[in-house]
């Protein structure tokens, strides 16, 4: 029986960790050929390619920051040297806008009709849910727009363009351990932190072909955070 996402190639920039890597596996697991880049933390993304390579997957890792325009260039040139032309797209953001920006640019000159690009946005750039996190909900309420904009731009190409919107989720970064994890957790109508397996999973179907009517949306995937 063939996957899902059969013949596909995604390109995950941060990869290595989290929720990052949570979407690689699960892409992967789908049938597709992944790529993912990671600023710092060699053995974290190796890993993350091991992993999918024992699970009977095919993946690289690929050395470049986010926030370098060439850097991400050349991982999309890389991926498609490897791989073959970008189906799918995970562009998960920590703090640039301009990186998804010159990336997707990048991606979208290699990028067919039935291709998929999908942010991770956030939460908070639905709704800012606390103080604090001015620079933060501002970055990812661009990241919104732009998804929803990026959509009217390239729907005549049969490109689907999609943002999930975490909100709190287990990681490395967010850990639910944390010293926020009290005040987040009870934010939540579910009482509790996402996995990120269950980011992982939305982006699974969005990339995927059940998909193929939903573009310009932002998904909320956060518990009943925002609700």
């Not at 029986?1 to 992967?28: C, D, H, N, P, Q």
């Not at 009977?56 to 050349?74: L, P, R, S, T, V």
Request: no cysteine; aromatic share 4%.
């Amino acid at each position: 029986m063939s996957k899902k996402l059969e013949g596909k190639v995604a390109l995950i920039t941060g990869g290595s960790r989290g929720i990052g890597a949570a979407i690689a596996k699960r892409l992967a697991v789908d049938g597709a050929k992944v790529a993912i880049t990671y600023t710092k933390g060699a053995d974290a993304a190796v890993a993350v390619v091991k992993a999918i390579e024992r699970a009977g997957g095919k993946a690289i890792a690929i050395q470049a920051d986010a926030a370098d325009a060439d850097a991400g260039k050349a991982a999309v040139e890389k991926t498609v040297a490897t791989f073959g032309p970008l189906e799918e797209m995970d562009r998960v953001l920590d703090i640039n806008v301009r990186g998804v920006f010159v990336a997707t640019q990048a991606a979208l000159k290699h990028m067919t009709e039935g291709g998929r690009i999908i942010m991770i946005g956030s939460a908070v750039g639905e709704r800012a849910v606390a103080p604090g996190l001015v620079p933060y909900a501002a970055t990812k309420g661009a990241v919104k727009m732009f998804t929803q904009a990026l959509s009217r731009e390239i729907g005549s190409r049969g490109i689907t363009v999609n943002n999930i919107q975490p909100g709190p989720i287990d990681t490395e970064l967010n850990p639910a351990s944390g010293d926020w994890a009290v005040p987040q957790k009870a934010a939540t109508a579910l009482d509790r932190y996402g996995h990120v397996e269950e980011i992982a999973a939305m982006a699974a179907f969005l990339a995927g072909s059940e998909s193929s009517y939903v573009t310009g949306a932002n998904l909320t995937v956060d518990g009943g955070m925002n609700a």
